[in-house]
């Protein structure tokens, strides 16, 4: 299994990997990306399994990645981990083909809480 | 609703030692006006208005930095010390603004140093809620506007 990870910030693209490593979701690699529009240019070349994408970024913000991915009919996976907690922002995520939304901050448990339905 | 220092506390130990593991304690106010601090600040606009601080001395950061990158404190870069105390203050202002809720946008966030970056300026008229982050200072502010910030 392929997770790409999205973050501008390297330090939680880091934490996101360590704790993927902490939980039981088996064996997986990981690829990573600095922002959406990044990410947007890997996808179709890496097909990840998974996207874990940080809500704000600069260049493209984690939401108008997944819309982006939609409408070009890509059905990845896509959950967002974000600081972002409103119920506004879940209902965004939500409506745009998120299947779930790990706020930070988040523990291995509430990750893989969150992960393991997705790849069940 | 707005923020008072209990909440504030509680996100900042939510962020620091729930998720990180460092050892925090709230402290008597402490100072932190060295040239070379770090401050971290992130913006909040909308329902609510803020601006959200996190202020630490060069060492303080490098610890944070240390337990994100899980790298020895020699080995940091500038940009990764930036980095780290960055992400602790988007965290600290995402949980805020999920707290208030409401119709409020998160900015990214700026880091500088307090010789570049001090955006109180000298009167703080805010919550701060001090602390003693591995033993050292790490401070939080939170300033909150009538005015729409952008």
Same mark, same amino acid.
């Given at each position: ?47 990840? !399994?998974?996207?874990?994408? !940080? ?66 | ?43 909040? +606009? ?58 409020? +946008?998160? +900015? ?43």
């Amino acid at each position: 299994m392929k997770i790409l990870v999205v973050d501008d910030s390297k330090a939680m693209r880091m934490i996101v990997i360590r704790t993927l490593k902490q939980t039981g979701l088996g064996n997986f690699q990981t690829v990573e990306a600095n922002n959406g529009a990044e990410a947007l240019a890997m996808i179709p070349d890496q097909k990840p !399994d998974l996207v874990l994408s !940080d809500w704000n970024m600069p260049e493209m913000k984690g939401i108008d990645l997944l819309k982006a991915l939609r409408a070009s009919g890509n059905t990845t996976r896509f959950g967002f981990i974000t600081s972002e907690s409103s119920p506004e922002v879940r209902k965004e995520a939500e409506d745009a083909g998120a299947a779930f939304l790990v706020t930070k901050p988040f523990t291995p448990n509430s990750f893989e809480a969150a992960i393991s339905p997705v790849l069940a | 609703m707005s923020i008072d220092a209990i909440t504030l506390q509680q996100v900042v130990n939510d962020v620091c030692t729930g998720m990180l593991g460092l050892n925090v304690e709230p402290s008597e106010t402490v100072s932190c006006d060295e040239p070379d601090a770090v401050s971290a600040v992130i913006r909040i +606009s909308g329902d609510w208005n803020s601006l959200v601080q996190v202020l630490a001395p060069r060492s303080t950061a490098k610890v944070i930095a240390s337990t994100m990158f899980s790298m020895t404190e020699d080995e940091l870069t500038e940009a990764e010390i930036a980095d780290a105390v960055g992400e602790i203050v988007n965290m600290v202002g995402g949980n805020l603004k999920g707290i208030v809720q409401g119709d409020s +946008s998160l +900015s990214l966030p700026c880091v500088g140093t307090m010789s570049t970056d001090s955006p109180f300026g000298t009167a703080f008229d805010g919550i701060e809620v001090n602390n003693l982050c591995q033993g050292d200072r790490l401070i939080v502010r939170v300033l909150e506007t009538t005015a729409q910030l952008v």
